[in-house]
Nanobody, 120 residues
Framework: QLQASGGGLVQAGGSLRLSCAAS????????LGWFRQAPGKEREFAAS????????DYVDSVKGRFTISRHNAKNTVYLQMASLKPEDTAVYYC???????????????WGQGTLVTVSS
C-alpha cells in the first residue's frame, strides 16, 4: 500500500515536498512515478524514477521545477516541487510499476492522492 502526503496550500512561487511511503512491499523493486489530476482534467504523468534512481523523466511542464527522488532504505519516493504555479494545482498520486513509462497503465499500484493547491 502506498501512502502519499505533503500536499497543501501554497502561494505561487512557493515550494512543497510530497512524500510517498510504502507498507507491505519493497519499493526498491519498482519504478516509481508521480501523476497528477487537475479539476475537470484527466490524470497526467508528472515524473518517474528508475529502480536505482539514476534515471528520471519529467513532463515538459514541470522540468526544471520538480525533482523526483527515492530513498530505497526508507521505502519512500519524493517529489520536490519549486516555483509552483496555479496550473500545478491538482491531486498528486504516487504510483509503482515495473515499466518506466508515462502511461497510467504502466503502473500497478497507486497511492490515495494528496491535494496541492497553488494560489495566485
Amino acid at each position: 500500500q502506498l501512502q502519499a502526503s505533503g500536499g497543501g496550500l501554497v502561494q505561487a512561487g512557493g515550494s512543497l515536498r510530497l512524500s510517498c511511503a510504502a507498507s507491505g512491499r519493497t519499493l526498491s523493486m519498482y519504478v516509481l512515478g508521480w501523476f497528477r489530476q487537475a479539476p475537470g482534467k484527466e490524470r497526467e504523468f508528472a515524473a518517474s524514477v528508475t529502480l536505482s534512481g539514476s534515471s528520471t523523466d519529467y513532463v515538459d511542464s514541470v522540468k526544471g521545477r520538480f525533482t523526483i527522488s527515492r530513498h530505497n532504505a526508507k521505502n519512500t519516493v519524493y517529489l520536490q516541487m519549486a516555483s509552483l504555479k496555479p496550473e500545478d494545482t491538482a491531486v498528486y498520486y504516487c504510483a509503482a510499476g515495473l515499466v518506466a513509462g508515462r502511461r497510467a497503465y504502466d503502473y500497478t499500484s497507486w497511492g490515495q492522492g494528496t491535494l496541492v493547491t497553488v494560489s495566485s
